[in-house]
């Protein structure tokens, strides 16, 4: 199996900075995506950024210029760091990997539990 570890939320003013990690673990093969979604709610969950193989690092127009996504191989980990936030940003932010498992051809899509962004006017 694969575990996806999330850190980081909280509450925050508008135009501060968060920090997301996340870190996967488990019987990872290689992982083809990796990132953030986040939903709002009454909305349906969304991209925010990631990271997929073969095709780079894609992110929402909303936060473009704002949020930067960066990877440590080694470590499996992701992190999405989050400037000049607005209160649009307020959501549940989930982190999102997509995996081949050792021994597997199919690749499995493994979603974190979820943390609280919170961003007051």
């Not at 095709?55 to 949020?67: E, I, L, Q, W």
Request: charge should be positive; glycine fraction near 14%.
């Amino acid at each position: 199996q694969v575990q996806l570890v999330e850190s980081g939320g909280g509450l925050v003013q508008a135009g501060g900075s968060l920090r997301l990690s996340c870190a996967a673990s488990g019987s990872i093969f290689r992982l083809n995506a990796m990132g953030w979604y986040r939903q709002a709610p009454g909305k349906e969950r969304e991209l925010v950024a990631g990271i997929f193989s073969g095709a780079g690092t894609n992110y929402a127009d909303s936060v473009k210029g704002r949020f930067t996504l960066s990877g440590d191989s080694a470590k499996n980990t992701v992190y999405l760091q989050m400037n000049s936030l607005k209160p649009e940003d307020t959501a549940v932010y989930y982190c999102h990997a997509r995996v081949q498992r050792m021994g597997y051809v199919t690749q499995y899509e493994y979603w974190g539990q979820g943390t609280q962004v919170t961003v007051s006017s």
